[in-house]
Every structure is written in structure tokens, then in C-alpha cells.
């Protein structure tokens, strides 16, 4: 059984640059992010930098017992009106099973409990079927559909915006933290 304290959030450090890097260029992630071109290492660097001095951004990296699974990203952080974006992705394909749902489940504790958000947005890529079955099993709702919204791969994709919201939340974490024990 998955034990939930083995997994922890940490603010992204510059030791942290040349894994992330690799996760960011690797195949499985960037097929489903909006840029998927090769990313340089100058151009990594000049994004970690651009991180310490946002004040509207905030990323973790993910661990399971120290070592670093995956990636977090808090954007457009909208404190007069309690709202945020959200992006993340599992970086190293040995995670254990039920790390994503963990992981989402510390993302969103952060975000709704400590940073005091109400409203955490997404936006899904519709080909992105993983993705958007993730964000139904942690609560969010579908607002909309922007259509040919994205250009990958020689045409045009839509996506699907989401939202959850902090009321809901608390109800959904505490059925995935009933999932996560085995339905004790």
C-alpha cells in the first residue's frame, strides 16, 4: 500500500535544473504541453530565473522519499480574485502507482489551504485523454471548449478549460484519501 507521507512538495532549486530539464524535453511530457520544441539549456535556465521573480507564479518539485518525481507549476496568481492556473507532470516513468493522484492531492492542499485560492484553473489539450480523466477523478468541472485553439503536430487542437473549486474540494480529497487506503 501507497503511504502518502513518503511524498512531499519542495520549492524548485537550481540543483534541480538538469532533471527537470530532461523531464521537460522527454517525449511523454512534451507531447501534451503547448510548446514542444527542444528546449536549450540557456532557454531552461532563463525560465528557472524568470521563476524567482515572478510573484504570480509558484513551482514545486515533487518527491517520493527525496527523490524528485514530477514537476507543479502555479500561474497567474490572482489574489484579489482567489484564482490560479495549474500545470504539472510526472517527469520519471518508475513513479509508484497512485503518485499523480498524491500529488494532486498535496498540489491542491497548497494551493486552496496555504496560498488561499478558490478557484484552480486548466487547460486540457483534447487529445489529452489521461489528462482530462486526471482533473474529473480530482474534481474539476468543464467550463468550456476553445476550439483549434493550439497548433501541434501540423493542425489545429482544442482545448478543454476545467476549474475546481475550493468547496469542492474538500469534499473530493477526502474520497481520494479513501481510495488511496484501500477504502478503509
Known amino acids: 500500500m501507497i503511504n502518502q507521507?513518503?511524498?512531499?512538495?519542495?520549492?524548485?532549486?537550481?540543483?534541480?535544473?538538469k532533471i527537470v530539464l530532461q523531464w521537460r524535453n522527454s517525449q511523454r511530457v512534451k507531447s501534451f504541453m503547448y510548446t514542444d520544441h527542444q528546449i536549450t539549456w540557456d532557454e531552461h535556465c532563463k525560465w528557472f530565473e524568470s521563476l524567482k521573480t515572478d510573484p504570480l507564479r509558484e513551482t514545486f518539485l515533487y518527491y517520493h522519499k527525496n527523490l524528485p518525481l514530477g514537476l507543479v507549476n502555479f500561474t497567474n496568481i490572482n489574489k484579489e480574485n482567489a484564482r490560479c492556473y495549474w500545470g504539472f507532470y510526472i517527469g520519471?516513468?518508475?513513479?509508484?502507482?497512485?503518485?499523480?493522484?498524491i500529488m494532486g492531492i498535496?498540489?491542491?492542499d497548497k494551493i486552496f489551504n496555504e496560498v488561499g485560492m478558490n478557484k484552480v484553473c486548466a487547460e486540457v489539450i483534447h487529445t489529452n485523454s489521461g489528462s482530462f480523466r486526471y482533473?474529473?477523478?480530482?474534481?474539476?468541472?468543464?467550463?468550456?471548449?476553445?476550439?483549434?485553439?493550439?497548433w501541434k503536430d501540423n493542425q489545429y487542437l482544442d482545448v478543454i478549460p476545467m476549474a475546481l473549486f475550493k468547496e469542492?474540494?474538500?469534499?473530493?480529497?477526502?474520497?481520494?484519501?479513501?481510495?488511496?487506503?484501500?477504502?478503509?
Open 5 to 17: 507521507e513518503d511524498f512531499q512538495l519542495k520549492p524548485i532549486h537550481s540543483e534541480n535544473l
Open 135 to 150: 482533473h474529473k477523478k480530482l474534481g474539476f468541472i468543464v467550463e468550456g471548449r476553445f476550439v483549434d485553439h493550439v
Open 92 to 101: 520519471e516513468e518508475t513513479a509508484p502507482k497512485g503518485s499523480g493522484t
Open 168 to 184: 469542492n474540494w474538500a469534499k473530493v480529497r477526502i474520497e481520494l484519501l479513501t481510495d488511496l487506503k484501500g477504502g478503509t
Open 106 to 108: 498535496l498540489a491542491l
